[in-house]
């Protein structure tokens, strides 16, 4: 089974750590197989960004997302190009203060979380990223909750990681309490 | 060399790190380099470790230097790599042929982007592999490896070094931007690493001939400060090391510099083979382009066509006998590559008429659509 994901938002957000550590969760910790791409070019913070996870038991073949199943998008221009392409049946997850999902696709599960603003109670928008993995896991539960921990902690630099720890764990209420 | 500076362990790494790791376990401790896109983090990542582990990190005024500097480095008795991208690898073809003249070993890595010129600078192809084999002047054979992973593309700088030192050529690597930068599980156990030393010189300094082959033709090498005289030109030189210009002299050291890697092509060829034996159809591709093949091979095995990879480790030499048998054997050979026909002439060449050659050309900046992979295998099956 081949699961495939996309972080989008904008550069500065840790669109691309939160790929990178659902990743290293999945191919280090789970022992599944997974990849990651990244969109690469000259956009600086601030620019479109996005990350693509393959996740699989079996051998990855095709290293690229072609239809994301799970779609995470973290701002509204990363929604308006990314919106749209998403499997059906998939499963779309947005920051609710920052996308306006308007009419939302029709045979998907949608779900808003308020990372930011969750982040920002800690006391930090920087682990917006991190509530969102958190809260990711939770609802999908596309590599375990252990993992996708383990991951967070080994990728934090040591004087924040008690913040991402809370980051993680309180996206991670948030998500099991809309899933309910 | 100490295991403990090799990057042990399980770890989620892009292919340029990868690489970089790649190299340091190798025992290389020069790295002589200029930036460019999209081999970046490897220059970035030897910058980084070697001066933390007793090695010398260059960054160069431009491509010329920096592989000038890791010859010298070879010279000097170092395990010695550079890295660029093709407007950088157009610069090191002069270099690279003094390189082969005078037997040194080192590593040069070109993660292939989209060209001519500056062409695409972040996105991948693989339009570098004709240069590779005669992009620099003189007649030569040539060494170079395709990785399909980030765990390949540690695996096989390791292999790069090893068969440098054994065959004392310049050894290539030829990955692609997709591969230089995607993330994937690299497995290290500085346990099962094995390492190819530098042939050292068996004779005493009074005997020694620096360019006198062995059995396999190839030379021992003593580098400057080693007591042996030690002699470097790229002029056509005589055992000795000493230009002498004569047909006869050509003639000699022509036919060594070829036969060293020609007549052990077998023992340097590595090809991968998933499903050959009664396939109607085979793929023979190379590098990411067989990655993509391998979800063209699935798709066609749902619609219920016979179809086999072989997968070319070492593009060059290129393995002219496992082609022309599988091309004896099957419907029809298809050759997915990331330019618009480049090996596909060596595979006709090998298959030689016995079946139909299908070409699956892309000029670059993205993968293939394993669907065009999937018409091509349904045409000729």
Same mark, same amino acid.
């Given at each position: 089974?081949?699961?495939?994901?996309?972080?989008?938002?904008?550069?500065?957000?840790?669109?691309?750590? *939160?790929?990178?550590?659902?990743?290293?969760?999945?191919?280090?910790?789970?022992?599944?197989?997974?990849?990651?791409?990244?969109?690469?070019?000259?956009?600086?913070?601030?620019?479109?960004? #996005?990350? #693509?996870?393959?996740?699989?038991?079996?051998?990855?073949?095709?290293?690229?997302?072609?239809?994301?199943?799970?779609?995470?998008?973290? @701002?509204?221009?990363?929604?308006?190009?990314?919106?749209?392409?998403?499997?059906?049946?998939?499963?779309?997850?947005?920051?609710?203060?920052?996308?306006?999902?308007?009419?939302?696709?029709?045979?998907?599960?949608?779900?808003?979380?308020?990372?930011?603003?969750?982040?920002?109670?800690?006391?930090?928008?920087?682990?917006?990223?991190?509530?969102?993995?958190?809260?990711?896991?939770?609802?999908?539960?596309?590599?375990?909750?252990?993992?996708?921990?383990?991951?967070?902690?080994? @990728?934090?630099? @040591?004087?924040?990681?008690?913040? #991402?720890?809370? *980051?993680?764990?309180?996206?991670?209420?948030?998500?099991?309490?809309?899933?309910? | 060399?100490?295991?403990?500076?090799?990057?042990?362990?399980?770890?989620?790494?892009?292919?340029?790190?990868?690489?970089?790791?790649?190299?340091?376990?190798?025992?290389?401790?020069?790295?002589?380099?200029?930036?460019?896109?999209?081999?970046?983090?490897?220059?970035?990542? %030897?910058?980084?470790?070697?001066?933390?582990?007793?090695?010398?990190?260059?960054?160069?005024?431009?491509?010329?230097?920096?592989?000038?500097?890791?010859?010298?480095?070879?010279?000097?008795?170092?395990?010695?790599?550079?890295?660029?991208?093709?407007?950088?690898?157009?610069?090191?073809?002069?270099?690279?042929?003094?390189?082969?003249?005078?037997?040194?070993?080192?590593?040069?890595?070109?993660?292939?982007?989209?060209?001519?010129?500056?062409?695409?600078?972040?996105?991948?192809?693989?339009?570098?592999? %004709?240069?590779?084999?005669?992009?620099?002047?003189?007649?030569?054979?040539?060494?170079?490896?395709?990785?399909?992973?980030?765990?390949?593309?540690?695996?096989?700088?390791?292999?790069?070094?090893?068969?440098?030192?054994?065959?004392?050529?310049? +050894?290539?690597?030829?990955?692609?931007?997709? +591969?230089?930068?995607?993330?994937?599980?690299?497995?290290?156990?500085?346990?099962?690493?094995?390492?190819?030393?530098?042939?050292?010189?068996?004779?005493?300094?009074?005997?020694?001939?620096?360019?006198?082959?062995?059995?396999?033709?190839?030379?021992?090498?003593?580098?400057?400060?080693?007591?042996?005289?030690?002699?470097?030109?790229?002029?056509?030189?005589?055992?000795?090391?000493?230009?002498?210009?004569? +047909?006869?002299?050509?003639?000699?050291?022509?036919?060594?510099?070829?036969?060293?890697?020609?007549?052990?092509?077998?023992?340097?060829?590595?090809?991968?083979?998933?499903?050959?034996?009664?396939?109607?159809?085979?793929?023979?591709?190379?590098?990411?382009?067989?990655?993509?093949?391998?979800?063209? %091979?699935?798709?066609?095995?749902?619609?219920?066509?016979?179809?086999?990879?072989?997968?070319?480790?070492?593009?060059?030499?290129?393995?002219?006998?496992?082609?022309?048998?599988?091309?004896?054997?099957?419907?029809?050979?298809?050759?997915?590559?990331?330019?618009?026909?480049?090996?596909?002439?060596?595979?006709?060449?090998?298959?030689?008429?016995?079946?139909?050659?299908?070409? +699956?050309?892309?000029?670059?900046?993205?993968?293939?659509?394993?669907?065009?992979?999937?018409?091509?295998?349904?045409?000729?099956?």
């Amino acid at each position: 089974m081949r699961t495939e994901i996309r972080f989008a938002g904008f550069g500065g957000q840790g669109v691309i750590s *939160a790929a990178k550590i659902s990743g290293r969760a999945a191919a280090i910790n789970d022992k599944l197989n997974a990849v990651l791409t990244q969109s690469y070019g000259p956009e600086a913070r601030g620019g479109a960004c #996005n990350a #693509n996870v393959v996740i699989s038991q079996d051998r990855i073949s095709y290293p690229e997302v072609t239809l994301p199943n799970l779609l995470v998008i973290l @701002s509204q221009e990363a929604y308006t190009t990314f919106g749209s392409k998403i499997a059906p049946g998939g499963t779309l997850i947005v920051d609710r203060d920052l996308v306006d999902v308007g009419e939302a696709p029709a045979g998907i599960r949608l779900y808003k979380v308020p990372a930011t603003q969750l982040a920002e109670g800690l006391g930090n928008r920087i682990v917006a990223n991190v509530v969102m993995l958190g809260a990711v896991v939770a609802i999908t539960g596309f590599v375990s909750k252990e993992a996708m921990l383990g991951a967070v902690r080994d @990728s934090v630099p @040591s004087r924040f990681l008690e913040l #991402n720890e809370r *980051a993680f764990e309180t996206g991670y209420d948030y998500g099991r309490k809309l899933k309910s | 060399m100490n295991k403990k500076d090799i990057l042990a362990g399980e770890h989620f790494l892009n292919g340029d790190v990868a690489c970089a790791e790649g190299a340091i376990a190798a025992g290389c401790r020069l790295f002589a380099g200029y930036p460019i896109t999209p081999q970046s983090e490897i220059t970035e990542t %030897m910058a980084h470790r070697l001066p933390t582990i007793g090695g010398f990190f260059l960054q160069m005024e431009d491509e010329l230097a920096s592989i000038a500097a890791v010859l010298g480095g070879a010279w000097g008795g170092m395990k010695a790599m550079t890295a660029t991208s093709g407007p950088g690898f157009s610069l090191m073809m002069e270099n690279l042929g003094l390189g082969i003249m005078t037997e040194t070993p080192c590593v040069i890595v070109d993660v292939q982007r989209g060209g001519p010129s500056t062409g695409l600078p972040t996105a991948t192809s693989q339009a570098d592999m %004709m240069q590779a084999r005669w992009g620099t002047h003189g007649d030569h054979e040539i060494i170079a490896y395709a990785p399909a992973s980030p765990q390949e593309m540690f695996d096989q700088t390791i292999k790069a070094f090893n068969q440098s030192e054994r065959y004392r050529q310049p +050894v290539l690597v030829m990955a692609d931007e997709v +591969v230089g930068h995607m993330m994937e599980r690299v497995v290290i156990d500085p346990d099962k690493i094995e390492i190819y030393p530098r042939r050292k010189p068996s004779v005493p300094y009074e005997e020694f001939l620096p360019y006198r082959g062995g059995a396999d033709m190839v030379p021992e090498m003593a580098c400057a400060g080693e007591g042996y005289r030690v002699h470097v030109t790229g002029l056509t030189h005589d055992e000795r090391g000493y230009p002498d210009l004569s +047909v006869e002299s050509q003639d000699a050291l022509m036919h060594r510099l070829i036969g060293k890697i020609r007549d052990n092509a077998d023992q340097i060829i590595e090809v991968e083979e998933e499903n050959i034996r009664g396939a109607d159809v085979v793929l023979v591709t190379y590098g990411i382009a067989a990655r993509t093949s391998l979800r063209a %091979m699935e798709l066609a095995e749902q619609k219920g066509i016979k179809v086999g990879m072989l997968r070319l480790i070492t593009v060059w030499p290129f393995p002219l006998k496992e082609v022309r048998k599988i091309a004896g054997a099957v419907k029809g050979i298809v050759v997915p590559e990331l330019n618009l026909g480049q090996i596909v002439r060596e595979v006709e060449r090998a298959a030689a008429g016995q079946c139909p050659v299908r070409l +699956v050309g892309h000029a670059g900046g993205g993968l293939h659509r394993p669907e065009d992979i999937l018409t091509a295998i349904e045409e000729v099956a």
